[in-house]
């Protein structure tokens, strides 16, 4: 049988203190404890489409009603698309330094 080796807060330790001192087995609250976690369904990860990213964007430059647009909106640059986004900030880059980059 494997064994299990865990750092307890003290938190955690005075609560395996009052557990044993009541008569439980800890380790058997431990197993039930992973057996049960275990066999709940987990949802998978969701991916960030372009379209929500894309979305979000217009959702809070409309909440900005009256505000300057952005430049990278005016200039077209779709944020979700990584080329267009490093050849915007690269831009940005060089207007900073005065020159070149990239």
């Keep these: 049988m494997k064994t299990l080796n865990i750092r307890l807060t003290p938190t955690d330790a005075a609560a395996v203190r009052q557990l044993k001192s009541n008569g439980e087995n800890v380790s058997e609250i431990v197993r039930s404890a992973l057996r049960e976690r275990a066999s709940q ?45 490093s050849a915007y900030l690269r831009l940005r880059l060089a207007k900073r330094l005065g020159e070149p980059f990239g």
């Design 41 to 85: 369904p987990r949802l998978a990860p969701q991916r960030i489409t372009k379209t929500a990213i894309r979305s979000l964007l217009e959702k809070i430059d409309a909440s900005q009603s009256g505000e300057p647009v952005p430049e990278y909106i005016r200039l077209g640059v779709d944020p979700a698309i990584r080329q267009q986004a």
